[in-house]
């Protein structure tokens, strides 16, 4: 729909509560499941121009949704700001290896999203950093 029509059709309201409605079903069945960690990653492959095409550099192509939905993350700490922050795209590989406890890629230049450190004991917190 936003590759034809852009991001500000009448047509992505609705997509756009079609697919949450999906991803909440997800995040529901896995958190029903008691041998996994219920954790949901959502984001985009590239952002897009006000007309509906991509491939320049305006902030709304550059900027990706990176959404990560845990039971782990407590509610109280979310931050109420009309601007979330910005991360790095060299900064999701080393969170992903983070998140699902394997080895951070040797050539990464990337940082662990710090957000992501709170689901971790202040003991824990300094071993993860150093």
């Not at 060299?90 to 710090?114: E, H, K, M, Q, T």
């Amino acid at each position: 729909i936003g590759h034809l029509e852009g991001p500000y059709s009448s047509l992505v309201p609705k997509k756009l509560e079609e697919m949450g409605e999906i991803i909440q079903k997800i995040h529901q069945r896995l958190s029903s499941k008691s041998d996994l960690p219920p954790a949901v990653l959502v984001l985009g492959d590239h952002g897009m121009a006000d007309g509906g095409g991509h491939g320049g550099a305006s902030e709304p192509e550059i900027l990706v949704p990176f959404i990560l939905l845990s039971t782990a993350f407590n509610s109280s700490d979310q931050k109420e700001e009309s601007r979330l922050p910005e991360y790095l795209q060299i900064d999701i590989a080393p969170s992903l290896a983070f998140l699902s406890g394997v080895n951070i890629p040797r050539s990464s230049y990337g940082l662990v999203i710090p957000e992501l450190l709170s689901i971790l004991s202040t003991r824990d917190r300094i071993q993860a950093l150093l």
